[in-house]
């Protein structure tokens, strides 16, 4: 499985940003997606996951409300729709792949891309 993150930049509190993933390798609509990022100096946080069909999401409490994350099992593409930007939301952001058996929103993850910056600046 491969996962190109691609999207991030610097942008103002209060902006928006659209964040993509491009997965390759297997087949995607067999595959639960998640989002994480990671701040300077910070541990590795959940954001927002996904279940294989889309139709599951699960949000980390911090982003509830201002982010949507969505898939295009055509295009084998994850997205995270990220509003109401604060400077707190900046770091690497990440997404994930698991293998799934059944159409759960997942919280482990075997595969990882490489990340995006986002950079919100106050």
């Known amino acids: 499985v491969q996962l190109q993150a691609s999207g991030g930049g610097l942008v103002q509190a209060g902006g928006s940003l659209r964040l993509s993933c491009a997965f390759s390798?297997?087949?995607?609509?067999?595959?639960?997606m998640g989002w994480f990022r990671q701040a300077p100096g910070r541990e590795r946080e959940f954001v927002a996951a996904?279940?294989?069909?889309?139709?599951?999401?699960k949000y980390g409490d911090s982003v509830k409300g201002r982010f949507t994350v969505s898939r295009d099992n055509g295009k084998n593409t994850v997205a995270l729709q990220m509003d109401s930007l604060m400077p707190e939301d900046t770091g690497v952001y990440y997404c994930?792949?698991?293998?799934?058996?059944?159409?759960?929103?997942?919280?482990?993850?075997?595969?990882w891309g490489q990340g995006t910056q986002v950079t919100v600046s106050s």
């Open positions: 994930a792949a698991d293998p799934g058996l059944s159409d759960w929103v997942k919280e482990r993850f075997k595969y």
């Open positions: 390798g297997r087949t995607f609509s067999t595959y639960a």
């Open positions: 996904l279940s294989r069909s889309g139709q599951g999401t």
